[in-house]
């Protein structure tokens, strides 16, 4: 009992935490298209606990802001919880059964690719309906816009993961809100090479974001 309401607080602190980096976190992008972290916060629940808990995590971030902050109503409910479960549960899946860092890596980069090919079809069938645009004009924006703005923030996403991965565990481990086999679960370690491509790859999509803003 004392084990599941620990893993009860953590994911409703993740969820919290989730929603207050969407909050504070958009970054404008590509015309419309904003960029935010949750999805992050919400991998890393899911590497901690599975793929159902990325799950839950999603919908009541979701949920919580299409009453708040977004203005697509019951749309970008459904569209929000589609690309951050293609990431999030794809990485946590893959990696639940054999914790080891190269397995966190598949995870997070085949998370990375599956949301970029699912949002890019679910673009095409549902953003005419909220923009009110032809599906045409929407399908001439798939790869100037939609493309490489999925593809940045499944990136930013994966490196950033990886990063901030082990240090919350650890510190959720001190704070005794994670069982010992739960944080002990993760073999291996993150080598030099491996934060220094998180790292380049961060870097890489800010400037790009930068980029896309006129900034440079």
Same mark, same amino acid.
């Given at each position: ?106 995870? =997070? $980069?085949?998370?990375? *690719? ?8 679910? #673009?095409?069938? &549902? %953003? ?13 924006? =798939? $790869?100037?816009?939609? *493309? ?8 930013? #996403?994966?490196? &950033? %993961? ?28 993150? #080598? ?25």
């Amino acid at each position: 009992m004392q084990t599941r309401t620990k893993k009860l607080t953590v994911l409703a602190m993740l969820s919290a935490l989730a929603y207050i980096v969407m909050v504070v976190g958009r970054i404008p992008v590509i015309m419309f298209l904003k960029y935010d972290p949750k999805d992050v916060i919400i991998t890393i629940g899911g590497f901690l606990y599975g793929p159902l808990s990325a799950l839950t995590i999603s919908a009541v971030v979701s949920f919580v802001e299409m009453f708040t902050v977004s203005d697509t109503g019951f749309v970008g409910l459904v569209m929000n919880i589609i690309s951050s479960c293609s990431f999030a549960c794809t990485a946590s899946y893959i990696y639940k059964n054999n914790r080891t860092i190269m397995r966190a890596i598949i995870g =997070l $980069i085949a998370g990375w *690719l599956l949301t970029t090919a699912v949002m890019l079809l679910w #673009n095409y069938f &549902i %953003t005419p309906i909220y923009m009110g645009l032809p599906r045409e004009a929407v399908a001439e924006l =798939l $790869i100037p816009a939609f *493309l490489p703005f999925n593809l940045l923030k499944g990136g930013l #996403n994966a490196a &950033i %993961t990886m990063l901030l991965y082990k240090p919350i565990k650890k510190a959720l481990s001190k704070s005794h809100l994670v069982s010992e086999e739960t944080a002990a679960a993760t073999t291996g370690k993150m #080598n030099i090479g491996t934060k220094l491509v998180s790292f380049f790859i961060i870097i890489t999509c800010v400037l790009l974001i930068l980029v896309f803003q006129g900034h440079i």
